[in-house]
């Protein structure tokens, strides 16, 4: 399916994190977060390379008991401030002066412990036979969503009914997968696009590790699922 293009998994985990400490390395349900992503990403044959992009020593020990290599990012590009775009460009020019080169570039968080491989895979089919040059995961919601101005509250659309059953969803960024045309990244620099392709994923995939609450939540999901 997509032996004409080159197909590049990063995980980009940084070692500090100010919600929660060394959250990518924490356990979770006996395990370490980043590994559910690695595990995951490593039974996918559409991907052609799998690789870390980090500052920490604990986080590359942890990813080469999961048998995935470590590109070591500066510390500049993992600071609060650093954006993800710059870590992956930076994995990018290090592979590049090892003489290998790729067409997509997968991001794959390590704080979306629930992402199927399903999804990946099908990311990567999208993107290539929708000739897309950035793409997202999107979750459905049925909410009423809208603004608050001068203590009013100002729906997106102002006739929605009032039973959730009856109104066209809206659709979420989520951060359960991000890929891109590498050339579309580095003409860029950036992941979005005025077009951007979208995954729908469910609302379990979707969840997103960011304070102490998700992963207890998450935890309590995966221990649950194993009963």
Same mark, same amino acid.
């Given at each position: ?109 390590? @704080?979306?412990? $629930? +992402?199927?491989?399903? &999804? ?7 993107? /290539?036979?929708? *000739?897309? %040059? ?47 045309? @590498?050339?579309? $990244? +580095?003409?860029?620099? &950036? ?7 979208? /995954?729908?994923? *469910?609302? %379990? ?23």
């Amino acid at each position: 399916m997509h032996k004409e293009q080159k197909i590049l998994a990063v995980v980009p985990a940084r070692g500090g994190s100010k919600g929660i400490p060394r959250k990518n390395i924490r356990p979770l349900a006996g395990e370490p977060l980043i590994g559910y992503t690695l595990r995951t990403a490593k039974t996918v044959h559409e991907i052609d390379l799998l690789v870390v992009s980090t500052d920490d020593d604990e986080i590359e020990e942890i990813s080469a008991s999961y048998g995935v290599g470590v590109i070591r990012r500066p510390k500049e590009l993992a600071s609060d401030e650093a954006t993800t775009e710059s870590a992956l460009l930076h994995v990018l020019d290090t592979l590049d002066e090892q003489g290998k080169s790729f067409d997509i570039i997968l991001v794959l968080e390590p @704080t979306s412990p $629930l +992402r199927s491989s399903n &999804t990946i895979q099908k990311t990567i089919k999208t993107c /290539i036979e929708g *000739s897309f %040059e950035s793409m997202l995961a999107v979750k459905e919601t049925y909410e009423n969503i809208g603004f608050v101005e001068d203590g009013y509250f100002r729906p997106v659309v102002p006739d929605a009914p009032r039973r959730r059953q009856l109104r066209k969803p809206f659709f979420i960024e989520s951060s359960t997968i991000y890929a891109a045309r @590498t050339n579309y $990244l +580095r003409r860029t620099g &950036t992941l979005v696009c005025n077009n951007w392709g979208a /995954i729908v994923v *469910s609302n %379990e995939e979707s969840n997103d590790i960011n304070i102490e609450e998700d992963f207890r939540f998450i935890e309590y999901l995966i221990k649950n699922k194993r009963k």
